[in-house]
């Protein structure tokens, strides 16, 4: 895809990480979630790594809610480290936090977040738009899928993607849209979060490697 330099922030996120979303959608770890065939335990995995991210994203994104490019897409009703939490309980157990290990490229995301948080802020919003309108969108469609193929002692645990009903979950989505289309992003600002949206999905893709080989989950087809 070649870049529009002159094109919208939302329209260059967009773009210019389409085939990116695709390779993430694609990938071992996340095929086997899509097909209702992840164990609990790599469920449980996943869910762990990323908490470690919305955990020092949301502080984050707080801490520097009055800056301008922030301003706009801040949305406490997104948050998801709570929701992640609450789901880790019911389908691993209390002492989730100690008990499920970060995979390395966590702790890179993590790191790199921190980065952000002390020197360059502005580039939090990459983040934020690449997990939340995640979650937002595709994340409602693997909803069901957890909902019906992952339990413990028969209950499952669907917090991590309830935003309310549809049409909260609609209202948030365009809220967030609606706060992209007005971020003041020159060309090369623009250009930062682009880069900094596609680092992003390059993290989650070696984070889904990474937990693909840590919890032996296997390319559909070689069971
Ligand atoms: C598990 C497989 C996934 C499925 C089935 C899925 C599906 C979708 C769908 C249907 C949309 C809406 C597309 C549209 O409105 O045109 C979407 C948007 C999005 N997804 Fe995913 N997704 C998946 C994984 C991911 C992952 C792992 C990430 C982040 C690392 C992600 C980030 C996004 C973002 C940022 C958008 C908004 C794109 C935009 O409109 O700017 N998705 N996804």
Known sequence: ????????????????????????????????????RLERPAYCALLRNLHAVYAVLEPALERHAHRPTIAPIYLPSLWRARALAHDLAALHGEHWANELVLQPAAMAYVERLRELDVAKPDLLLAHAYVRYLGDLSGGQMLSDIVEKSLYRDGVAAVAFYDFGNALATKELTQAFRAGLAVVPADARQTDALVSEARLSFGLHQRLFDELAVACAVVPSGEV
Do not use: Q
């Open 1 to 36: 895809m070649e870049p529009c330099l002159n094109a919208p922030l939302a329209e260059r996120l967009k773009n210019e990480t389409r085939a990116l979303h695709t390779s993430a959608e694609r990938s071992v770890f996340m095929g086997a979630l899509l097909r209702a």
